[in-house]
């Protein structure tokens, strides 16, 4: 049968796990060739054994070990793609965590050696994917979509100043780069996550699986927090991300956040009085 993406390429960064190995698994299914990405060999190694396991062949997805904060991991990214591929349709910026402060600071305090490595993963390594594949995006008229955070939008996130602010970032750049590519025929466009269970807790916050499954349950069930009554799943944000990256989908939408959240960001702390 064919699929919505037969014939495209399409990186994902972060896809070692979480809502980029989902991706990376979405879009294979729906036909097109991807390039998988993360430090975790261990990980990546994984996410192999579920694309052959969905029946995905060799020839249709590569395997890069990378750091996305380095200039080489970067380098290797677009090179390797290239170079099995011939081509990139698809840029998924999606490799980011809130890093925490070594010295466990927290809101203001938080030190500047976690701003540092925030704005560098999250900001510079997107902003540094951008521009490396531009070139190749603009010879096929391509789409990137960035993955940003509902903790970018309206509301101010206590405890982790960098990572939201960082967030902001992406949402600012997304805009800016989106007027200046799409003069290219590139389409820049953002999904901003609410809360969805995948590693980004537990590597946040140092937790057992068990600690942020006991999170996601309780979080889950609070209406206050996540009116659809669910904790998100990999899943609604990967689809969210195909229909940013299928022109046919979605090509009028430029520049915009696609909030996926379950209802998160319509709760305010009022709704929470009895
Ligand atoms: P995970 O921790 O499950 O996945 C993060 C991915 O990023 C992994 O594949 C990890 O690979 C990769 N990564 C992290 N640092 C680097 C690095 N230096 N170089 C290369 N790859 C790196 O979290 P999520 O799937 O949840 O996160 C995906 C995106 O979604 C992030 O941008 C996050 O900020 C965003 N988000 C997540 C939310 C959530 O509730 N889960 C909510 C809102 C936004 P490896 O460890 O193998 O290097």
């Known amino acids: 049968m064919p699929g919505r993406f037969d ?10 796990s979480g809502i980029g190995k989902e991706t990376a698994l ?64 698809v840029l998924i910026n999606n490799a980011g965590a809130s890093i925490t402060d070594f010295e466990g600071k927290t809101g203001v305090s938080q030190g500047i050696d976690s701003y540092e490595k925030t704005m560098k993963l999250n900001v510079q390594s997107l902003v540094e994917m951008t521009q490396k594949a531009r070139p190749h995006l603009a010879k096929t008229r391509g789409e990137i979509v960035n993955v ?62 068990d600690q942020a499954q006991e999170f996601y349950d309780d979080i889950g069930s609070n209406k206050y927090a996540i009116p659809a009554g669910f904790i998100g799943r990999p899943e609604h944000i990967a689809k969210a991300i195909a229909f940013l990256a299928d022109r046919n ?24 009085a009895k």
């Open 148 to 209: 940003s955070s509902i903790v970018a939008l309206g509301h101010g996130w206590q405890s982790r100043p960098y990572y939201s602010l960082a967030k902001a970032a992406v949402d600012q750049y997304t805009r800016a780069a989106a007027i200046d590519l799409i003069e290219e025929g590139i389409r820049v466009n953002t999904v901003n996550p609410g809360f969805v269970k995948t590693l980004f807790h537990e590597a946040e916050l140092g937790w057992t699986a």
């Open 26 to 89: 979405h879009f294979a299914r729906e036909g097109a060739k991807v390039t998988v990405t993360g430090r975790s060999l261990e990980r990546l190694q994984a996410v192999k054994k579920e694309l052959l396991g969905n029946g995905v062949l060799e020839k249709d997805f590569l395997i890069v070990p990378a750091d996305v904060t380095s200039s080489a991991g970067q380098d290797e990214l677009i090179s390797q793609t290239l170079s099995k591929f011939g081509k990139i349709d």
């Open 249 to 272: 989908s979605s090509e009028f939408i430029v520049g915009q956040n696609l909030v996926v959240d379950g209802g998160t960001t319509l709760v305010l702390g009022i709704h929470a």
């Open 7 to 16: 014939g495209k390429v399409v990186i994902v960064t972060g896809s070692s």
